[in-house]
């Protein structure tokens, strides 16, 4: 089992969600668009259906890269 969050981009998150409940893409591809294995792309999409928090080093911002 891999340790810790590994950080994705929320905006590409947003739109493979988006896409996906469109009906446009695929889970898999949905996966990829958000740079996650599929897995890990359904465990935090189950999360947000299920109203649960994501973990606070999920998401990386353009304002933290910088640093």
């Not at 898999?28 to 109203?51: E, Q, R, V």
């Amino acid at each position: 089992m891999a340790g810790g969050v590994h950080r994705c981009d929320p905006d590409k998150f947003s739109e493979a969600v988006a896409e996906y409940m469109a009906g446009r893409v695929t889970q898999a591809k949905a996966a990829k668009i958000a740079g996650m294995s599929t897995p890990t792309f359904l465990k935090y999409l189950n999360m947000l259906f299920n109203g649960e928090p994501f973990p606070d080093t999920l998401f990386v911002f353009e304002d933290e890269e910088k640093k």
